[in-house]
């Protein structure tokens, strides 16, 4: 386990000017990648059961998340050499997961868009791919790194290795589904994914892992410049690449933190948009009768009448509050 260490004014120095090339790049580079999307016809399909005042969306550029997957991971290749324990195992499991599920969503994008339907790869493929590379990534952690998890009260808990690798299966299979399912609202996942890794990267520092704060700091500038054209009304969708790497992303800061069980606060909001779902279609399948006018959950505030912005801001609020009550259970578990 790292010891808490003090960030050099030259490494954070670095981290900042690394984080403002990515957003440059974002910038600079997104409205060239709508454009391209645009002439290769990768657009949004819609379901036929979608709200109406998203059938306009329909042709609106997806694989979005491809500029928030690269830009970061070339600044990071280029300049993360730099930062101290820059290819540590943090950093490679980091960036594995990233760009690993993003690569499962970019298959399924791919199909949708040229297929003109919502079905992409088939469900068990999809959840296939992302249960060998969850259970890949946690065994590449368990290579010299003991099976342990922290919990308030500097406790540290020593974990049987059936029930860690069990645990890290539905963390990254879970994680990377659920921040998928957010993302139907313009600027929405974006956001929540934001809010969410800034507990993570503030443990890190704390545990002296330099590299992996670095890296989630380059996702969160990339996503703040993807936000610029996806608020909305959005002009691209990061689609099933970008929020199954975000997710991912997530699954494996809490992995390698040691802070698996922080996720399910830092992430709540990814948590009640997966149960609203689960619950919906349980009742339904039951009663033939819905609790919510359609889910995931914010689909049933926009039923209320919610705009889409109210939408985002509600949502955020939480995500930050529960963040916050994460920050501080973190500092009490490192």
């Not at 493929?125 to 060998?132: D, E, H, I, M, P």
């Not at 029930?163 to 299979?173: D, H, M, P, S």
């Not at 809490?254 to 619950?279: K, N, P, Q, R």
Request: proline share 3%; hydrophobic share 55%; net charge positive.
């Amino acid at each position: 386990m790292s010891t808490l260490a003090t960030l050099t004014v030259s490494d954070a120095f670095l981290i900042l000017s690394m984080g403002l090339l990515v957003l440059a790049f974002m910038l600079a580079g997104m409205p060239r990648l709508i454009r391209y999307l645009h002439k290769l016809k990768f657009g949004q399909t819609e379901r036929e059961e979608g709200l109406a005042s998203h059938k306009k969306k329909t042709g609106t550029p997806t694989m979005g998340g491809l500029a928030f997957i690269l830009a970061p991971l070339m600044i990071y290749l280029a300049l993360g050499w730099l930062l101290p324990g820059a290819w540590n195992k943090t950093a490679w499991v980091l960036l594995i997961a990233y760009v690993g599920y993003g690569l499962i969503g970019f298959i399924d994008d791919y199909l949708i868009v040229v297929q003109h339907s919502n079905i992409g790869l088939k469900p068990s493929l999809k959840f296939g791919a992302q249960a060998v590379l969850a259970v890949v990534l946690t065994f590449v952690y368990l290579n010299g790194d003991a099976p342990t998890i922290l919990l308030p009260g500097h406790v540290v808990w020593n974990v049987p290795v059936w029930l860690f690798v069990l645990l890290c299966f539905f963390l990254f299979t879970g994680a990377s589904n659920a921040v998928n399912l957010s993302d139907g609202v313009d600027g929405l996942c974006a956001g929540l994914s934001i809010i969410a890794l800034v507990p993570f990267v503030f443990a890190m520092f704390w545990q002296g892992q330099v590299s992996g704060a670095a890296i989630l700091i380059l996702v969160i500038f990339g996503l703040i410049g993807y936000l610029k054209f996806n608020l909305h009304p959005a002009k691209v969708f990061m689609g099933d690449t970008g929020s199954l790497a975000l997710g991912g992303l997530l699954a494996a800061a809490a992995m390698m933190t040691h802070l698996e069980l922080l996720l399910i606060v830092a992430g709540i909001v990814f948590i009640a948009e997966t149960l609203s779902d689960i619950i919906q279609v349980t009742y339904y399948k039951k009663t033939h009768k819905r609790i919510f006018l359609m889910a995931p959950l914010h689909h049933h505030y926009e039923k209320k009448g919610w705009s889409e912005m109210k939408v985002c801001a509600i949502f955020w609020t939480w995500q930050a509050v529960f963040a916050g009550i994460s920050m501080a259970l973190a500092w009490f578990s490192i």
